[in-house]
């Protein structure tokens, strides 16, 4: 069994492994992007890289799933009060996805990536969806039984979210003297908000 130490130093050099691989994904694209590249930047060999993961698939993996795990740390920080109503949750959550986003623009970078490539299967994609903000599923879940937001298929309700996240992130990382404008703050969350409601039938 390895010692202490020797655990130490291991997950210290998959941290930078990870991180490397988050730099370089995020400016090159990962196509672009060898393993070999990774571990140069990384300061190790090859060989270390592969000890921590199998292929170039599953550093993927890996990355964006403890990216994933960081978005939901920052949706735990922004735990609502039981006597708030839906809405306002929704905008706190909203808010604190967009302080995460701009913060880590990388990370941001790669989320996008991945979610446009084939590199991960649909269902790993909605595994890591369901795992790591299994919170946004529960709002929607609860938006549609009271009524609030559309009775859409929840996969689709979610898909929208994302996009939704995305292009308000890139807009406010853009244009940074405006990301904490409470006027373009606000019209960014009415946006999100108003397309998981309803439509009014005249």
Known sequence: MPSFCERLVNRSKK?????????????????????????KAAKVANGTLF?????????????????????????????????????????QLWNSALDWAIAFPQKLRFFQLVAASQLLSSEEKANAMAQELGVIMELITVGQQTGEFADHPTELLALNCQGQFFSASNFFIDNPKLANDPKYRHATFCMFWNALRPLIKS
């Not at 941290?15 to 571990?39: R, V, W, Y």
């Not at 890996?62 to 306002?88: R, V």
């Open 51 to 91: 000890h921590h993961f199998d292929n170039k698939q599953t550093l993927v993996h890996q990355l964006y799933l403890s990216i994933k795990h960081d978005l939901s740390q920052q949706f735990e920080s922004a735990a609502p009060q039981d006597n708030q109503n839906l809405e306002t949750i929704a905008c």
């Open 15 to 39: 941290e930078q492994i990870l991180d490397s691989a988050l730099t370089l994904f995020s400016a090159n694209g990962i196509d672009a992007t060898s393993t070999a590249s990774i571990a």
